[in-house]
């Protein structure tokens, strides 16, 4: 139980960007300080580099009797932060020394060691003589510190202040995070409605996937809810049938009407059995997302059907690859070709166009309605007055493979000729010429 606890802290968001910017806030803050302390001692050197040459030029045209000596020790030591001073002769013997160790003669500005502590050194000559001056290298830290001692307790005070604020602004900013969880983990298995809970900008991604998880959800339940009311409605007719013409066959005495209702029997079964074979053939359409396409030349195809189903005429341009997947598409034209033959008339023609690039269907049939038009493809719909038997399932097979594929189904019935039924598909050449690099 503690191991889990320990894993949920660890796993905590807002326990991880809380310590995060709070580790930034200290970083920040160490930085700040940092530069501070370097620009402070930047300033002093420059401080110290400007109290030399101004000390220097006073010295440089000052006589270096004792009494002005001693003035100048006085001054030096009342005014200057630190400075010692040594003056020599152009031959380099020493004149005056404000110090009892004198600083060593030197050619140019330089950090000299002296009383075994660095020294920045500032060299002028003129008037027959060359100042030496210098200042202990230590003021530029000591003068840190006093600054660094006088940050300390207000940045401790504005970090003391930040902190906290921060991790209320964290908790304060995944609250919405922490209601949307709450929604989805409080939401009920039959409730496959979309989360509503508002959201920051960076997890709308993550609700926007979750709803469309959601309504995919929900469709599919409810086309096997669909699918299970339709086909036991479908599958009741012909067992009906079925029951009925074997009460029939086990009641008559006669043995015609007996062959007979076995007859039936037997039809019933085989409507029932190719009804269940689309059923399943459905069902795994619809749970498909998607198709392994491949290239298929409409021409090739409707010329094998056309082996397959005597009496089909095909007009064809030349060949036309499209993308799709092969066994599906030699289902549907299957499909369509025997929906023609059975509720259309006898001709039954396949033309292939180049545009689009298309593949259609056309029956001489009496056509279909213009209301009726736009329900065709509709599972287990069968137009009013339609003489021949169906389960209305043939199209939405047709339909569902051609949407799997990317293609597109459209049907056209002109007043007084029959129905056409056009497949559009994508091109295979204008596809493999797109993926090919530049």
């Known amino acids: 139980?503690?191991?889990?606890?320990?894993?949920?802290?660890?796993?905590?968001?807002?326990?991880?960007l809380s310590l995060r910017l709070a580790l930034?806030?200290?970083?920040?803050?160490?930085?700040?300080?940092?530069?501070?302390?370097?620009?402070?001692?930047?300033?002093?050197?420059?401080?110290?580099?400007?109290?030399?040459?101004?000390?220097?030029?006073?010295l440089i045209h000052t006589e270096a009797d004792d009494r002005t000596l001693q003035e100048l020790r006085k001054y030096e030591d009342e005014h200057?932060?630190?400075?010692?001073?040594?003056?020599?002769?152009?031959?380099?013997?020493?004149?005056?020394?404000?110090?009892?160790?004198?600083?060593?003669?030197i050619g140019d500005d330089d950090t000299i060691r002296y009383r075994g502590k660095p020294w920045l050194a500032h060299v002028l000559t003129g008037h027959d003589r060359t100042i030496v001056l210098a200042?202990?290298?230590?003021?530029?830290?000591?003068?840190?510190?006093?600054?660094?001692?006088?940050?300390?307790?207000?940045?401790?005070?504005?970090?003391?202040?930040?902190?906290?604020?921060?991790?209320?602004?964290?908790?304060?900013?995944?609250?919405?995070?922490?209601?949307?969880?709450?929604?989805?983990?409080g939401r009920?298995?039959?409730?496959?409605?979309?989360?509503?809970?508002?959201?920051?900008?960076?997890?709308?991604?993550?609700?926007r996937a979750l709803?469309?998880?959601?309504?995919?959800?929900?469709?599919?339940?409810?086309?096997?809810?669909?699918?299970?009311?339709?086909?036991?409605?479908?599958?009741?007719?012909?067992?009906?049938?079925?029951?009925?013409?074997?009460?029939?066959?086990?009641?008559?005495?006669?043995?015609?009407?007996?062959?007979?209702?076995?007859?039936?029997?037997?039809?019933?079964g085989l409507n029932a059995t190719r009804l269940?074979?689309?059923?399943?053939?459905?069902?795994?359409?619809?749970?498909?997302?998607?198709?392994?396409?491949?290239?298929?030349?409409?021409a090739v195809m409707a010329r094998t059907l056309r082996d397959n189903w005597p009496g089909i005429e095909i007009i064809e341009q030349q060949p036309v690859a499209v993308l799709a997947r092969a066994s599906w598409l030699?289902?549907?034209?299957?499909?369509?070709?025997e929906n023609a033959r059975r509720y259309g008339g006898s001709e039954v023609v396949i033309r292939i166009e180049l545009n689009g690039p298309t593949l259609q269907v056309i029956d001489n049939g009496p056509g279909v309605a213009p209301e009726v038009l736009p329900r065709l493809g509709e599972r287990f719909f069968r137009p009013a007055g339609q003489k021949s038997s169906g389960s209305g399932i043939g199209l939405s097979i047709v339909r569902r493979m051609v949407e799997l594929c990317g293609g597109s189904l459209r049907f056209v019935s002109p007043p007084g000729q029959g129905l056409t039924v056009s497949m559009t598909f994508r091109s295979a050449t204008a596809f493999n010429a797109d993926r090919q690099p530049s």
Request: aromatic share 4%; hydrophobic share 50%; proline share 5%.
């Open 211 to 268: 709803n469309r998880r959601q309504t995919e959800i929900a469709g599919r339940i409810e086309r096997e809810r669909r699918f299970i009311g339709d086909a036991a409605h479908e599958l009741r007719t012909p067992l009906a049938g079925m029951l009925a013409a074997l009460d029939l066959a086990e009641r008559t005495p006669r043995e015609d009407v007996r062959t007979r209702a076995l007859g039936n029997v037997r039809r019933a």
């Open 135 to 185: 200042m202990p290298e230590s003021i530029q830290l000591d003068m840190a510190r006093e600054v660094l001692k006088k940050l300390v307790m207000p940045l401790l005070i504005a970090l003391g202040l930040l902190l906290p604020w921060t991790l209320w602004g964290v908790w304060r900013g995944l609250r919405p995070l922490s209601a949307f969880a709450r929604e989805v983990e």
């Open 188 to 207: 009920n298995n039959d409730d496959l409605s979309a989360f509503v809970t508002p959201v920051p900008t960076e997890a709308m991604p993550l609700q």
């Open 330 to 337: 030699e289902q549907a034209v299957g499909n369509l070709i």
């Open 80 to 105: 200057t932060l630190g400075t010692v001073f040594s003056i020599y002769d152009n031959k380099g013997r020493l004149l005056a020394s404000s110090s009892d160790h004198p600083l060593p003669l």
């Open 276 to 298: 269940v074979a689309q059923l399943l053939e459905l069902a795994r359409l619809d749970h498909a997302e998607h198709a392994a396409l491949e290239t298929v030349d409409l």
């Open 1 to 16: 139980m503690k191991g889990r606890r320990w894993q949920a802290v660890k796993s905590s968001l807002m326990l991880r």
């Open 24 to 58: 930034g806030v200290m970083i920040v803050a160490l930085v700040v300080v940092t530069m501070v302390v370097l620009r402070i001692q930047h300033e002093m050197k420059d401080l110290m580099e400007g109290e030399l040459e101004r000390s220097a030029l006073i």
